[in-house]
Every structure is written in structure tokens, then in C-alpha cells.
């Protein structure tokens, strides 16, 4: 079996100084813990925020990527880059962990499809193609302005017929349903949602609905299930948003990210995480329901696992990080999937799309 992670946002930890080598308190992801978790490979994506600048965040995007492949080659004993199945099953034969690579927000592109390519020939296989807000690619689920194309871009057209010609998957977790349909209707191969649940349990716009989990199984693609329990579950949701928590972290981590060498703003961080982990959260067994839901919907050809790790403030009870991986496994052993089915959400079912 080829454990894969479909969405990580390791690379933001990563420029924010965290040593993958040691293992980390209360990291979500490092090498020690990723062996314990029997993880095989992840996609860590290179996020880029839609408030950034357009030129800022292509700089922002490369230097992530700067950094990734440095930490690469530094610890190239235990982690090695991987760009397709061929490779990942390589890497795990001789040992290794395989280190894929995404975009997470088509708005380091700009206006370019020469950047398309280029991100392409630096080993990204995937694009989320925005974040949350809208850009010039297309529309986010959780725009402010109602959508600025209500859908693709006519640009956005052209960066999706791009990635098809590449051979780079199209990712459509953050978008507008309006785009979502766009881009089933436009593209030619393919798409994956890397880190999105289902809205039928949790009623949220970042969620899917059953139209568009089956519509994405139709045609040919895959719905990889997020971990964040916002999305798994709407009454933490509630929570988690009428108590302030959740603007509280995002400005203790604002402040985190834009100064990572200072001490009392990682400890305060650090303080935060403690404070959020002490949450009542959901089990991890949602993200059981979620997959069953998706199952039954789109069949288990088209379903995975992208826990958002690194890039969510706080995680199921039970699967405080990704040491704890196998346990959505066991939880699936005792409802009755084979080991065949798991083995296809595991990760066989990503590979297959890429």
C-alpha cells in the first residue's frame, strides 16, 4: 500500500524555520513523525494568500520552493522528490519518503501561461487555482465581492487547457461552484479537489455538494478528504467562529508569519496551538463519515486522503498530527472496508489521476 497525503502546507512551516529532521512539538508534519504514521508521500503545497500582491506572491511562491528543495537535499537520506507514480514507488521501494510538489492559489501566475510551464518544470503537479478570494484565474467559494467572473476567467480557460496539455492536475478545492462546473465543462482530463469534504455532512462553502462530488467522480476524478474539523463538522464550525477562536489564531499566526525569527511570537504561537488543542473537537472518526458519504456518492474508485496539515489550526481529536495517520485505516478495518478499498484511499486513486 502507497500512503499519500494530497495536501500538506509544509513549505509555510518550513520558511517559518521548523526543522523536518527533529520532531517537532506539536508540528503537524516533520520525518519522524511521517515514518511513524506510515506515510509514504505528501504534496506540499507552495500557499501564496490572495492578499498578497501578484508580484509578491510569485517571489513569495519561489522562495517557498527555494526552501523545500534545500530542505530536500539536506535530509536526501530520508526524503526525495517525486513527480509520478514511477517515482513515488521508487522512493518508497529504496525507502524513501516522496516529497510531491503543488500550488496552492493560481495567483503567482499573474497573467502568464509561460508561468504555468515554468512551475511545471520546476516539479509542481498540481494547481489549486485560487485561495480565498477571487483572482485572475477564476472565482473563490468564499468571495467577498459575489465573484468577479462568476466562473473561469477567459484566462482561466487557457490556464486549464495549459495544465491539461502538462499533464498537471487541475485542483478545484477553494473555488466557486460556478467555476467548478467551468472547469469540468473545459477541461479535457481529469480533476482532483486535494483537500475538500462533503457538504452534505457539513454545510459549509468550502465543502461539495453531492451533484458536484458525483459530476467530479463522472469525470474521472477524485475528492480528497480534509481533516480540518471546520469542515468536517458545522457545529465546530459554529463554535470555533462564535467564540472568537478562530480570528484570535489568525492574528497570533499573522503576526507568527511575518516575523518567524522572533522568539515571543512563535512562543506565543506555541501557546495558542496548546490553547486550541484543548478544544472539544470532533473525533477523528468523521473524517471516516466524510469518506463513507463520499463512497456512496462517487464510488471508491474517486475518493483520498489531504489532511491540510500545516495549513489548519487545529486537528481531529485523536489525530493531533501525522504520526497518528493509520488511524483512519483502522477505523475503515471496522467498517468494512477490505483492503483492497483501502488501499485505492490510501492513495491508489491519486496516483492512478496523476
Partial sequence: MFVLD?????PSQIYRLRDLRKDNERAHIDFPKLKRGG?????????????????????????????????????????????SRTQALANQAAGLFSVFVGLENGQPLGRSLDSVDWFYDMGVRYITLTHAGDNEICDSCTSKTGGRWHGLSPFGREVVARMNSLGMLVDVSHISDESF???????????????????????????????????????????????????????????FSDSGLSDWADTVEEKFIAHPYDKQFRDDWDAALARLESCERPSFKRIADHIDHAVEIAGVDHVGLGSDFDGIPVTPAGLEDVSCFGVIFEELRSRGYSEADIEKIAGGNFLRLL
Wanted: charged share 25%; proline share 4%; aromatic share 10%.
Fill in 6 to 10: 494530497s495536501h500538506c502546507d509544509t
Fill in 39 to 83: 506515510v509514504d508521500g505528501a504534496f506540499f503545497a507552495l500557499y501564496t494568500s490572495n492578499s498578497l500582491p501578484q508580484e509578491r506572491s510569485e517571489t513569495y511562491a519561489r522562495e517557498l520552493l527555494r526552501d523545500l528543495r534545500l530542505c530536500v537535499e539536506a535530509n536526501s537520506d530520508v526524503a526525495a522528490f517525486a513527480t
Fill in 181 to 239: 462546473w467551468d472547469v469540468l465543462d473545459c477541461s479535457t482530463k481529469p480533476v482532483v479537489a486535494t483537500h475538500s469534504c462533503c457538504r452534505a455532512l457539513a454545510d459549509r462553502p468550502r465543502n461539495m455538494s453531492d451533484g458536484m462530488i458525483k459530476a467530479l467522480a463522472e469525470h474521472g476524478g477524485v475528492i480528497q478528504i480534509n481533516f480540518y474539523p471546520s469542515f468536517l463538522d458545522a457545529e465546530f464550525a459554529r463554535f
